[in-house]
T-cell receptor
Framework: AQSVTQPDIHITVSEGASLELRCNYS??????LFWYVQSPGQGLQLLLK??????LVQGIKGFEAEFKRSQSSFNLRKPSVHWSDAAEYFC?????????????FGTGTKLQVIP | NAGVTQTPKFQVLKTGQSMTLQCAQD?????MYWYRQDPGMGLRLIYY???????DKGEVPNGYNVSRLNKREFSLRLESAAPSQTSVYFC?????????????FGAGTRLSVL
């Protein structure tokens, strides 16, 4: 069964510092991988996705993520965090396309940004 | 450019009451989903509909029913609400060019069952 682990429940960084949020997945083949962001009181917004090809993917708001097959990881990074990045971040995994695809979400990492 | 619209945004119920959460999407997507979000548990799939006219159970279907009224609308019903159903409920639809598995989410319904 597919699964996603986000080992960090809560992370605090200073504004302007770099950020890395960890995500490990379990899946039998190359999955589709996603990062979503959820601001307080809002729904989830897609930050970026990996389907195939270049393992370093760029997303919105200056975020990027790198797919490492050997480590079953898809970590999210940002070189310089802004106060507006404070939110909860969810990693998700789903199978390649073809009919209905069940997407499994991690439990989320809550990011706090301090001045 | 509404995307996925959920109503209501907030609801308070008493134990045993029933209600229906509404969801509509205007992106012509085939697949639609209902999730619940609880602290520390991420999103858990309640029910999904791969296409109009079909529905299937997800991870946590007990206590819920769904209706895929047409391609646009997918409703979630609580027949007899219980305090354990206090949660934030999200509807999503899936679509994208080339069959990409991208889900688009509504803003959520915050439900409290007393």
């Amino acid at each position: 069964a597919q699964s996603v682990t986000q080992p960090d429940i809560h992370i605090t960084v200073s504004e302007g510092a770099s950020l890395e949020l960890r995500c490990n997945y379990s899946y039998g083949a190359t999955p589709y991988l996603f990062w979503y962001v959820q601001s307080p009181g809002q729904g989830l917004q897609l930050l970026l996705k990996y389907f195939s090809g270049d393992t370093l993917v760029q997303g919105i708001k200056g975020f990027e993520a790198e797919f490492k097959r050997s480590q079953s990881s898809f970590n999210l990074r940002k070189p310089s965090v802004h106060w507006s990045d404070a939110a909860e971040y969810f990693c998700a995994v789903g199978p390649p396309s073809g009919g209905y695809q069940k997407v499994t979400f991690g439990t989320g990492t809550k990011l706090q940004v301090i001045p | 450019n509404a995307g996925v619209t959920q109503t209501p945004k907030f609801q308070v119920l008493k134990t045993g009451q029933s209600m229906t959460l509404q969801c509509a999407q205007d992106m012509n997507h085939n697949s639609m989903y209902w999730y619940r979000q609880d602290p520390g548990m991420g999103l858990r799939l309640i029910y999904y509909s791969a296409s109009e006219g079909t529905t299937d159970k997800g991870e946590v279907p007990n206590g819920y029913n769904v209706s895929r009224l047409n391609k646009r609308e997918f409703s979630l019903r609580l027949e007899s609400a219980a305090p354990s159903q206090t949660s934030v409920y999200f509807c999503a639809s899936r679509g994208g060019a080339g069959g990409q598995n991208i889900q688009y989410f509504g803003a959520g319904t915050r439900l409290s069952v007393l």
